[in-house]
């Protein structure tokens, strides 16, 4: 009935005890062996009571299962996967960003160990007369025509990482790489802290549904907090973000113990409470409303480029915000796809696999969608979704991005192993932790250096890769330069392009695909879609008058004012 494990343990029992009663006395100084074996003991009758099945019916040895479980990723990682097998990034990748980090050879011998074979690979097509590409082509300028201080910015810079994410001095380091390179930094929702400020490295601030670092005490959103840091000179753009690929339509959650004096005073929040952002922003919740309040935060920033960061769903949301781009007269300056893929940021497991488009195909959508309203030239695109590699940059560039954002790569930079602790406190290489004794490993000079490092040998590998392809720059990319095998020069973006201008004509409108021509019928910029045919989101509060706009429609003839550098 007890059942053979338990009969071991009764008999077990048995024995310690009988050695602990008759043979002890006459041997007291064989107690530092019998110690351990009375532990045990009481380790198994303890597992008897335990809330694990496997414990209750072997007790003790049922441990080595757990012990066996809890080493499973690290024997995986470090014994059995092979160089190119890893998720989310394999350990061939991993090398070749630590090689440019450290500013060694990224070279490789002996040919590649890629399946070649594979269905879906990609490949780039070369050319046979090579060109040299002008080193000002890893630099682009953000800024549409309604924004005056438009922002030369690094074809790649660091996506977003929040400080309560990541440890102050990962932040440190990060911010300090991206002043010595002439990148940016995205705050993430988490707010501009002291990290962040201390090196004066170019930010870009994210605003989220929490409006952390410019909330008032009901969770609102502040327009004179907001203003007094957004005008600060080291935050050159405004980001609000929509949605985020790890969990899109989900909103966060910091836990209690990560939120410390610290976070607590940078998020505006109390000390110890799990800090929670929405799913959606209380400020608006139509497309129209979306644009009054991107030229909201403009005109508080002082004409900073502001734009929006989504996780891409339906193509009649992104439709519904084109529509409400031409009904207001206020369009963003910025566009950042982030792709459904998931990134730094800790989420469930289900909508980081199956919530949201992923990057490769939610680029060539917005991009076509943009060229389809005669936008796309005014407003920049920012791909941020797995850029890790020089090869990843010159892929989103053409599938339509003007920009790229890396989170995780940098992570590696710092001294991330891909240990995947991130939303535990434990980060055993003190990137994602905020816990003092784990993040002071962080020797944050030359993590600085590791992060210049790569980021300037990747631009100078792309813009290397774009050369090879014959090309002038990153403009020139589009989707047919692609290849996805085996063996066959198949496009990569299968889906129908638009031309510029061809959602505004109704009768070549009439005429698009079918895909195209019924979302555009179906989207408004009166409210965004819950589904394909499904019930319409209305408002759930009063549309605010539309903000002041300088020169209202003039706006867009008159040239940039002076660029940000």
Same mark, same amino acid.
């Given at each position: 009935?007890?059942?053979?494990?338990?009969?071991?343990?009764?008999?077990?029992?048995?024995?310690?005890?009988?050695?602990?009663?008759?043979?002890?006395?006459?041997?007291?100084?064989?107690?530092?062996?019998?110690?351990?074996?009375?532990?045990?003991?009481?380790?198994?009758?303890?597992?008897?009571?335990?809330?694990?099945?496997?414990?209750?019916?072997?007790?003790?040895?049922?441990?080595?299962?757990?012990?066996?479980?809890?080493?499973?990723?690290?024997?995986?990682?470090?014994?059995?996967?092979?160089?190119?097998?890893?998720?989310?990034?394999?350990?061939?990748?991993?090398?070749?960003?630590?090689?440019?980090?450290?500013?060694?050879?990224?070279?490789?011998?002996?040919?590649?160990?890629?399946?070649?074979?594979?269905?879906?690979?990609?490949?780039?097509?070369?050319?046979?007369?090579?060109?040299?590409?002008?080193?000002?082509?890893?630099?682009?300028?953000?800024?549409?025509?309604?924004?005056?201080?438009?922002?030369?910015?690094?074809?790649?810079?660091?996506?977003?990482?929040?400080?309560?994410?990541?440890?102050?001095?990962?932040?440190?380091?990060?911010?300090?790489?991206?002043?010595?390179?002439?990148?940016?930094?995205?705050?993430?929702?988490?707010?501009?802290?002291?990290?962040?400020?201390?090196?004066?490295?170019?930010?870009?601030?994210?605003?989220?549904?929490?409006?952390?670092?410019?909330?008032?005490?009901?969770?609102?959103?502040?327009?004179?907090?907001?203003?007094?840091?957004?005008?600060?000179?080291?935050?050159?753009?405004?980001?609000?973000?929509?949605?985020?690929?790890?969990?899109?339509?989900?909103?966060?959650?910091?836990?209690?113990?990560?939120?410390?004096?610290?976070?607590?005073?940078?998020?505006?929040?109390?000390?110890?409470?799990?800090?929670?952002?929405?799913?959606?922003?209380?400020?608006?919740?139509?497309?129209?409303?979306?644009?009054?309040?991107?030229?909201?935060?403009?005109?508080?920033?002082?004409?900073?480029?502001?734009?929006?960061?989504?996780?891409?769903?339906?193509?009649?949301?992104?439709?519904?915000?084109?529509?409400?781009?031409?009904?207001?007269?206020?369009?963003?300056?910025?566009?950042?796809?982030?792709?459904?893929?998931?990134?730094?940021?800790?989420?469930?497991?289900?909508?980081?696999?199956?919530?949201?488009?992923?990057?490769?195909?939610?680029?060539?959508?917005? !991009? /076509? %969608? $943009?060229?389809? @309203? &005669?936008?796309?030239?005014?407003?920049?695109?920012?791909?941020?979704?797995?850029?890790? +590699?020089?090869?990843?940059?010159?892929?989103?560039?053409?599938?339509?991005?003007?920009?790229?954002?890396?989170?995780?790569?940098?992570?590696?930079?710092?001294?991330?192993?891909?240990?995947?602790?991130?939303?535990?406190?434990?980060?055993?290489?003190?990137?994602?932790?905020?816990?003092?004794?784990?993040?002071?490993?962080?020797?944050?000079?030359?993590?600085?250096?590791?992060?210049?490092?790569?980021?300037?040998?990747?631009? !100078? /590998? %792309? $813009?290397?890769? @774009? &050369?090879?392809?014959?090309?002038?720059?990153?403009?020139?990319?589009?989707?047919?330069? +692609?290849?996805?095998?085996?063996?066959?020069?198949?496009?990569?973006?299968?889906?129908?392009?638009?031309?510029?201008?061809?959602?505004?004509?109704?009768?070549?409108?009439?005429?698009?695909?079918?895909?195209?021509?019924?979302?555009?019928?179906?989207?408004?910029?009166?409210?965004?879609?819950?589904?394909?045919?499904?019930?319409?989101?209305?408002?759930?509060?009063?549309?605010?008058?539309?903000?002041?706009?300088?020169?209202?429609?003039?706006?867009?003839?008159?040239?940039?004012?002076?660029?940000?550098?």
């Amino acid at each position: 009935m007890l059942g053979s494990p338990r009969l071991l343990l009764i008999g077990y029992l048995l024995a310690v005890g009988l050695l602990g009663i008759f043979w002890l006395p006459t041997s007291p100084q064989q107690l530092w062996w019998w110690l351990p074996l009375a532990a045990l003991g009481v380790v198994g009758v303890l597992d008897l009571r335990s809330s694990h099945n496997v414990l209750r019916n072997y007790p003790i040895v049922g441990h080595l299962r757990y012990m066996m479980e809890f080493l499973r990723p690290e024997l995986r990682q470090y014994f059995f996967e092979s160089e190119t097998s890893g998720r989310p990034f394999n350990r061939e990748q991993r090398q070749i960003i630590g090689a440019r980090a450290e500013g060694r050879s990224d070279t490789a011998p002996f040919g590649t160990r890629q399946d070649v074979l594979r269905q879906g690979r990609r490949q780039i097509a070369h050319a046979m007369i090579p060109t040299r590409v002008d080193p000002q082509q890893a630099w682009v300028t953000i800024g549409g025509p309604q924004c005056h201080r438009p922002y030369r910015s690094s074809r790649l810079n660091i996506s977003a990482m929040s400080f309560g994410a990541l440890s102050g001095r990962a932040i440190t380091a990060l911010n300090l790489g991206a002043r010595r390179g002439g990148f940016a930094q995205d705050t993430g929702e988490g707010a501009i802290s002291p990290y962040h400020q201390r090196h004066g490295g170019d930010l870009i601030w994210q605003i989220a549904s929490g409006y952390f670092g410019c909330r008032d005490q009901a969770g609102r959103f502040n327009p004179e907090a907001f203003s007094a840091k957004a005008r600060e000179d080291q935050v050159k753009m405004i980001e609000i973000k929509l949605s985020q690929g790890a969990k899109p339509g989900h909103g966060g959650m910091l836990p209690g113990s990560k939120v410390d004096q610290e976070i607590a005073k940078t998020r505006q929040v109390p000390v110890g409470e799990d800090c929670y952002s929405p799913a959606a922003h209380p400020e608006f919740s139509t497309p129209l409303e979306l644009m009054q309040f991107i030229q909201r935060l403009r005109d508080l920033s002082g004409g900073k480029p502001v734009g929006i960061k989504l996780c891409l769903g339906h193509t009649r949301d992104m439709l519904a915000m084109c529509k409400a781009m031409l009904a207001s007269g206020i369009q963003p300056d910025f566009i950042t796809v982030d792709g459904a893929e998931g990134g730094t940021g800790a989420g469930p497991a289900e909508y980081a696999d199956h919530v949201g488009r992923y990057i490769d195909e939610a680029l060539p959508i917005v !991009d /076509a %969608c $943009l060229k389809g @309203i &005669g936008k796309r030239d005014e407003i920049s695109v920012i791909a941020s979704g797995k850029v890790a +590699l020089a090869i990843d940059m010159v892929e989103k560039f053409a599938l339509g991005a003007d920009v790229c954002n890396a989170a995780r790569p940098f992570m590696f930079t710092l001294g991330c192993i891909q240990a995947q602790r991130c939303h535990t406190n434990t980060c055993p290489t003190g990137v994602a932790t905020q816990d003092p004794a784990r993040s002071r490993s962080i020797d944050v000079d030359s993590k600085a250096d590791n992060v210049q490092r790569f980021h300037r040998a990747t631009l !100078d /590998a %792309c $813009l290397d890769m @774009i &050369g090879t392809m014959g090309l002038a720059g990153p403009g020139d990319l589009r989707p047919e330069h +692609l290849l996805e095998g085996p063996a066959t020069a198949t496009r990569v973006w299968q889906g129908d392009s638009l031309e510029v201008g061809a959602l505004l004509d109704h009768q070549k409108a009439q005429q698009l695909p079918a895909c195209w021509r019924d979302d555009w019928h179906e989207a408004s910029p009166h409210h965004f879609l819950r589904g394909p045919g499904g019930s319409h989101q209305e408002s759930h509060h009063r549309t605010a008058p539309a903000p002041h706009r300088d020169g209202g429609e003039g706006d867009r003839h008159h040239p940039p004012k002076e660029v940000q550098r």
